[in-house]
């Protein structure tokens, strides 16, 4: 059971780049979220989404883009890349009532 | 928004020692409980227990219990008989287990277990 997968693990981007980190999910979960990780810091949400089709800002949106492609699939752009994004990116899932939220393994981001 | 506080940034423990981890945190919200997380060096993070806010007991999952006192906002997190491999940082994050709110993390405590 993959649980959730994130990709790419590890990425350098120059500034002024673009990307997208990709998240998906096996676990029919409706709920997934995006989390950024500063070095020796606590989580903080970037974007949420609580069902296909929805998605809402976090605590740090700015900088950001999201799309809950279907239910599996919650992707994370960065239009612009800034050397203040460099930080480890968490992807997250949870379903009603499961008292649990699934982490992926987390992708390391440097902006240079 | 919400205000998480893990009041203690590092801890050094004696290995099999029993250790307490407090997180209080402060929602207008009576459904939510609370959610503890590790995430050890290699950085994944690992759910560890989740207490309801309506539970009557308090949670407990193996050498892991919470002390959660509602009124008081707060659910601190005991680890009995602590191991080298309890070394971690340790997260909460209050919320319900309804699975669509923002889950929101406490800074952290860094857990350092001394052999």
């Known amino acids: 059971n993959a649980g959730v997968t994130q990709t790419p693990k590890f990425q350098v981007l120059k500034t002024g780049q673009s990307m997208t980190l990709q998240c998906a999910q096996d676990m029919n979960h409706n709920s997934m979220y995006w989390y950024r990780q500063d070095p020796g810091m606590g989580l903080r949400l970037i974007y949420y989404s609580a069902s296909e089709g929805t998605t809402d800002k976090g605590e740090v949106p700015n900088g950001y883009n999201v799309s809950r492609l279907n239910k599996r699939e919650f992707s994370l752009r960065l239009e612009s890349a800034a050397p203040s994004q460099t930080s480890v990116y968490f992807c997250a899932s949870t379903e009603q009532g499961s008292g649990t939220i699934y982490f992926g393994e987390g992708s390391w981001l440097t902006v240079v | 928004a919400q205000k998480i506080t893990q009041t203690q940034p590092g801890m050094f423990v004696q290995e099999k020692e029993a250790v307490t981890l407090d997180c209080t945190y402060d929602?207008?919200?009576?459904?939510?409980?609370l959610f503890w997380y590790k995430q050890p060096s290699s950085g994944e993070m690992i759910f560890l227990i989740y207490q309801g806010s309506y539970d009557q007991q308090n949670a407990t999952e193996g050498r892991y219990s919470l002390n959660f006192q509602k009124a008081r906002k707060s659910a601190n997190l005991v680890i009995s008989a602590s191991q080298l491999g309890d070394s971690a940082m340790y997260f909460c994050?209050?919320?319900?287990?309804?699975?669509?709110?923002?889950?929101?993390f406490g800074t952290g405590t860094r857990l350092t277990i001394i052999p």
């Open positions: 994050a209050p919320g319900t287990n309804f699975g669509n709110e923002k889950l929101t």
């Open positions: 929602t207008s919200d009576p459904s939510y409980g």
